[in-house]
Each structure stands twice: as structure tokens, then as C-alpha cells.
DNA sequence: TGTATTTTTTAAGTCGACAACAAGTATTCC
DNA sequence: GGAATACTTGTTGTCGACTTAAAAAATACA
């Protein structure tokens, strides 16, 4: 993981008061989520309080609303700590998901907009090019704005935020397993998502669901496949 | 609504370290669902300052976090109030509740434990024991411990998360409309819990979805009559 | 008298410091 | 020499004060 010393530190910068914390909570949330900082890892309130050259105070608050997405634990007067990623509620995180894909799919198709079709298609068409790019950290981060995009478009932000959060912590099981570029599925997910996309805008609500269905099944069976042969890897070891 | 100064103020009381944010956190989140603090209503720092005896560093963090619960709105710079009722978004709401009502009712019915079926029974008699002294409010809050708790056997945190705010919110909307005890409405939803009881200890899913279904709309239906009759009585002002 | 502008006031955002707590480390006693 | 105890260390939890943004009040102007 990066280290610390590496990060950019960035103690000049004056931010403008208000800020402060919002500064503070995308940065860290972006590098958890991107794994620059590894799951269970401590997070050092006074080494960011010289990073982000300002008081903990600030840092505290953005740490708490982190506490509050469930990407910061914090051990009581003891040390907080990067959210671990916990393999032994991996089927309930599946089943969230994929419940998740589907009704928020199936809202879309009834109360999308022809404005919020136009911005899902531009997300599809980033999503493709990072295929082409053979960019797997984008793919990763456009494929779940795809997803978060449909999601507003079914305008249950009761869905959204909790669909959000599956994303997030998705992106970032992807990240720890999805390291190289070896295998056909995005072009499958490409093909998934234009099918989607198409079932939304024709406000089919039975086929967005069936696709949704289908699409977040394959998600899971990636996740699922990588992890057995990262298991398969560690068995080995001991041979 | 309560006044401040009728508000029990603990000053001298010395909160042991770490208590104090879980102190303010849990009183102010009672308060708040139990309409003691209006919708909308200013939530002074300061003041609460006094109230509680601690400074304001700990009631900002239990602030912070009621707003990641979405109990709380802050203005920028400006005022922080207690969340307002968003009528607007109340079919979201059904929506949202009537799908967790489900999924979860569901999941409890195939990972219940023997245990957790005594302790939903425990609550059963809870509401049973409300219902026959006509306690409205009490009613109200073991009904949403009744349904957390069904949730909580069906092990999956990210629907019981949800579930848990939803039916929180609720609640808000329950001690907003139903202030009389005037209807035969409680016997029908203990009978229906009863019967939900049931369907989760005999692990038969189809009925236990059924049930719940059934059980939510029969709420929806009972917020939305209480709904349409306020507006009446409103209505009936411009005339 | 109505509106634009300045002043005041209120409360939020931030800061630096101190106190308390839990581990790790050194020390003492048997 | 080993275990119980005291001390050190690193961080968190809390505090009181200061700074600044934005609303409300007051004033000036047309």
C-alpha cells in the first residue's frame, strides 16, 4: 500500500472555511475505496493533521462521517482503524447487491428522464473507452458511476444511498482482486450495459429487471471466482 | 413541542470518557423520533451545551453523525435543524418500505435462530401489552422493535440498517398523525403478528413474504388515510 | 415610504492545548 | 528468573477561545 511519506502533502493550502472536512472526507474516502489505504490499516489522526496542514478537528469530523459509510472503524480510545473487509458477510453483501441492482434498474426505466438517459450513455460510452484502454482502475470507478447514475434516475434515494455504499465497498473487493487485464468479461459487461441502458429508455420494466438480474449475478460470480482462486493460490502454499 | 427550559439539564453530571458523544447521540436521536423536537426546528450547539454540562466538541460529534443518520440537516455556516418530513418523497418511503419489510421478514424466516424467535415473541407480547392499556406511544416504538428485531434474526446488516431507518422515520410519521387511540386498526396488526411469528418459526418463506407484504400496506394504507384526512381539515381552512 | 447598504448579531468552523486512557516498557520484589 | 507493578508513550476525548460566514437589524438614501 502507499506509503505515507509518498502521499502529497499539502500544508500551505489555506482551504476555505467549509472546506476544510469536505476536503478531508473525499480524499481519505477516495483512497480507501481505492486502496491506498489497505483495509485494517490504522488511520493516524495526527499524521493527517500535518498532511492537510490543519487542525484534528476538521479531520475528526470527516473520520466520523466515515465511521457513518462504514469505511472507518474506530476501536474505542484505541486507535481507528481502515474498515476491513469482512469474506464472512460476503453473501449478504451479494444478496444486497443484487437486490439492489434490481430495483433501482426497474425505477429507472419508470421515472428516468430523457436528460438522465443522456447521462447514463455518456457513462456507458466512458465505460467503454476505459475497455478499449484496457484501464482497469477506471473501468472500476466508471462502471460504478454507470450504476449510481441509473440509480438517481429511479429517484428512491432510500436505493441510492444504500446502492451507493454496495458500490463502494464492491469497488473496492474489485480492487483487491481485479489487478490485471485477462479476461473477456468487460466486453460481456459492455454488451449488458447496452442492453440495460436500452430496456431503461424503452421503460421496460420487466426486462431492466431480468438484465439487472443477470448482470449483477455475473458481478457476483466474478467476485466469487477470484476469490477461489486467490484460495486456490494460498492452499498451494502449503503443499 | 418541548420547551428548552422544561428540558432536564445535567450539568454537574461528569460523563466518563467516550460516554459523553453516546450520551447526547442517543438522547437527541429519542427526542427527535419521538417529536419532542419538531421537524424542522432549530438545533442550537450552544444550548445543548448547557443542557448536556460538556462543551462543544461532543455535541458536534453526535450532531455529525445524526445527520449521517439523517435525523439532522445542516445549513452550511448556517443553522443546523432537525430533519423535516419530506411529504414530497413519501411514496420513496412506502416504496422502500414495503421491499424491506419483505426481504427482511423473509431472511428472518430462513436464518432464524430458536433464540431469536423467543425474544421476537418477547416483543410480540410487548405490543399486545400496549395495545391493551391503549398506550399510543409505546405502542409505536415496540412495534418498530418487534420488525428490527425480525430483521436482526435475518442476519444480513445492510438490509437491517436500512430497515431500522425506515422504520425510524416512521415513526416520526406514526407520532405525527396518530396521536388518538381511536380505531380497531392494532388488533389487526397483532393478529398479522402473529401469524408472521409463525411463518418464521415454520421457516416457510412464501408466507412470510406474504405476511409482510400484507402487513406493509396495511400501513401504508393507515399513514396515508391519516395523510388525506389532515389535509381535509386543512382544506376546509381556505374555504 | 420603499429599497439599498452598512452594521450588528448569531452560530458555525477551526484551532492549540490539556486530560484520560490503554499498550508497551522498564523496574522491583519474591 | 518470573511475575506483578509502576512508568512511559502514543492517541484519543474533551475543552475554551478565536475566526469567519451569513442572516437579521439598523441606517441611509432616493
Request: hydrophobic share 40%; charged share 30%.
Given at each position: 500500500m502507499?506509503?505515507p511519506?509518498s502521499?502529497?502533502?499539502?500544508?500551505?493550502?489555506?482551504?476555505?472555511?467549509?472546506?476544510?472536512v469536505?476536503?478531508?472526507?473525499?480524499?481519505?474516502?477516495?483512497?480507501?475505496?481505492?486502496?491506498?489505504?489497505a483495509?485494517?490499516?490504522?488511520?493516524?489522526?495526527?499524521?493527517?493533521?500535518e498532511?492537510?496542514g490543519?487542525?484534528r478537528?476538521?479531520?475528526?469530523?470527516?473520520l466520523v462521517?466515515?465511521?457513518?459509510?462504514?469505511?472507518?472503524?474506530?476501536?474505542?480510545?484505541?486507535?481507528?482503524?481502515?474498515?476491513?473487509?469482512?469474506?464472512?458477510?460476503?453473501?449478504?453483501?451479494?444478496d444486497?447487491?443484487?437486490?439492489?441492482?434490481?430495483?433501482?434498474?426497474?425505477?429507472?426505466?419508470?421515472?428516468?428522464?430523457?436528460?438522465?438517459?443522456?447521462?447514463i450513455?455518456?457513462?456507458?460510452?466512458?465505460?467503454?473507452?476505459?475497455?478499449?484502454?484496457?484501464?482497469?482502475s477506471r473501468?472500476?470507478?466508471?462502471?460504478r458511476?454507470?450504476?449510481?447514475?441509473i440509480a438517481?434516475?429511479g429517484k428512491n434515494?432510500?436505493?441510492t444511498?444504500?446502492f451507493?455504499?454496495?458500490?463502494d465497498?464492491?469497488?473496492?473487493?474489485?480492487?483487491?482482486?481485479y489487478?490485471?487485464?485477462?479476461?473477456?468479461?468487460p466486453?460481456?459487461?459492455l454488451?449488458?450495459?447496452?442492453?440495460?441502458?436500452?430496456?431503461?429508455?424503452?421503460?421496460?420494466?420487466t426486462?431492466?429487471d431480468?438484465?439487472?438480474?443477470a448482470?449483477?449475478?455475473?458481478?457476483?460470480?466474478?467476485i466469487?471466482?477470484?476469490?477461489?482462486?486467490?484460495?486456490?493460490?494460498?492452499?498451494?502454499?502449503?503443499?
Amino acid at each position: 500500500m502507499a506509503d505515507p511519506k509518498s502521499a502529497p502533502k499539502q500544508p500551505k493550502a489555506k482551504h476555505k472555511r467549509g472546506q476544510g472536512v469536505a476536503t478531508v472526507y473525499d480524499t481519505i474516502k477516495r483512497e480507501i475505496l481505492e486502496l491506498r489505504m489497505a483495509p485494517g490499516s490504522p488511520v493516524d489522526e495526527t499524521k493527517l493533521t500535518e498532511r492537510f496542514g490543519m487542525s484534528r478537528t476538521p479531520i475528526r469530523e470527516a473520520l466520523v462521517r466515515l465511521v457513518g459509510d462504514g469505511l472507518v472503524v474506530t476501536l474505542p480510545n484505541r486507535s481507528t482503524i481502515v474498515a476491513p473487509i469482512d469474506f464472512f458477510e460476503l453473501p449478504q453483501f451479494f444478496d444486497a447487491l443484487t437486490l439492489m441492482y434490481r430495483v433501482t434498474t426497474r425505477l429507472a426505466a419508470t421515472h428516468r428522464s430523457q436528460d438522465e438517459i443522456a447521462r447514463i450513455r455518456e457513462l456507458r460510452d466512458g465505460y467503454a473507452a476505459a475497455v478499449a484502454e484496457k484501464d482497469v482502475s477506471r473501468m472500476i470507478e466508471v462502471n460504478r458511476d454507470f450504476h449510481a447514475e441509473i440509480a438517481r434516475a429511479g429517484k428512491n434515494h432510500y436505493y441510492t444511498e444504500l446502492f451507493e455504499r454496495l458500490l463502494d465497498e464492491g469497488r473496492r473487493l474489485l480492487r483487491f482482486y481485479y489487478s490485471s487485464f485477462n479476461d473477456e468479461l468487460p466486453e460481456i459487461y459492455l454488451d449488458e450495459h447496452d442492453r440495460m441502458v436500452a430496456a431503461i429508455e424503452a421503460r421496460d420494466v420487466t426486462d431492466a429487471d431480468e438484465i439487472a438480474h443477470a448482470h449483477a449475478d455475473q458481478i457476483v460470480r466474478q467476485i466469487q471466482s477470484y476469490i477461489s482462486a486467490d484460495r486456490r493460490e494460498n492452499a498451494s502454499m502449503s503443499l
